[in-house]
């Protein structure tokens, strides 16, 4: 039998492993002096560079609707942190510095995590759907991804309603597991973001246009058995449209999925044997 780290012990080492990456991450931001977005206004920038929406209450498996609830409230407190987010030329922008810590405290409630690959539950969980939904419209534009987590290897739930290529989501944990994004551009972009009854909606705005739009998609997509394992693969690319030609200038492979399926598959799913 392998080993037990000092993090699977118990939950009390569980824990402290955790605020140890946490102060890690604080210090590492301290020495670093990233210049961080911070600023914030009520007024829209003129420019749309992508507008998205999410459904929020979503059926995952036999996962618990009341989490679906929960997860709702916790995304209507985490966009008032972020809504009109401007991100200056040169500013970073970060998940965590924006929403600080989740706490009942401040109105969280038990929502879905994952954890070791299986769903979990926890304090503030479900704001993967908001790093999720801001990914995929900075996927979209000029700014460059600097943090990026998945949930690696796994296809947890079948799809309910998917609008998005499978493996473009996120993975987030305060604060050691980020979602950052840079602006090496001389425009300035702004994060719109708010909650209504269904949906979790987003807009992404700018000072000015960009000189491209950009097209995310799916290709190879196949579900495989191999030893016994099925398995979801695929691939993800993003081209790069000239705005004055509508001509692809540029593909790019963002993701190749090859993810262990963690439920069972309908039976109308095909399946290669590998």
């Not at 405290?105 to 926890?122: D, F, H, M, S, W």
């Not at 987590?149 to 499978?166: K, N, S, T, V």
């Not at 950052?180 to 269904?198: G, S």
């Not at 979790?200 to 191999?226: K, M, V, Y």
Request: hydrophobic fraction near 30%.
């Amino acid at each position: 039998m392998a080993r037990k780290l000092f993090c699977e012990l118990c939950p009390f080492t569980y824990r402290l492993s955790m605020e140890k990456e946490i102060l890690k991450r604080h210090l590492k931001d301290c020495l670093q002096k990233t210049p961080f977005a911070h600023q914030r206004t009520t007024d829209s920038l003129p420019v749309l560079v992508y507008r998205h929406n999410s459904l929020i209450r979503r059926r995952l498996g036999n996962v618990n609707m009341q989490l679906q609830e929960n997860k709702a409230t916790n995304l209507a407190l985490a966009v008032t942190h972020i809504d009109g987010l401007i991100i200056h030329p040169g500013e970073t922008f970060s998940v965590w510095r924006q929403i600080g810590r989740t706490t009942k405290r401040k109105g969280y409630k038990e929502g879905l995590t994952i954890a070791k690959g299986q769903p979990n539950q926890g304090i503030g969980g479900g704001l993967c759907q908001l790093s999720n939904l801001i990914h995929w419209m900075v996927l979209h534009s000029d700014l460059t991804i600097t943090e990026h987590h998945h949930h690696d290897g796994l296809d947890l739930f079948p799809d309910f309603g998917r609008q998005i290529p499978f493996g473009t989501g996120t993975s987030i944990s305060y604060n050691y597991l980020d979602y950052r994004v840079k602006n090496n551009t001389a425009n300035t972009y702004q994060l719109r973001l708010w909650v209504d009854d269904e949906y979790l909606c987003g807009e992404l705005r700018a000072q000015e246009a960009q000189p491209h739009t950009f097209h995310i998609h799916a290709e190879n997509e196949f579900f495989s058995r191999e030893s016994g394992i099925i398995y979801r693969n695929g691939q993800v690319f993003r081209d790069t449209i000239d705005r004055s030609t509508g001509q692809c200038i540029d593909s790019q492979l963002i993701r190749t999925n090859h993810a262990r399926v963690m439920y069972e598959c309908p039976p109308d799913v095909e399946i290669r044997e590998i």
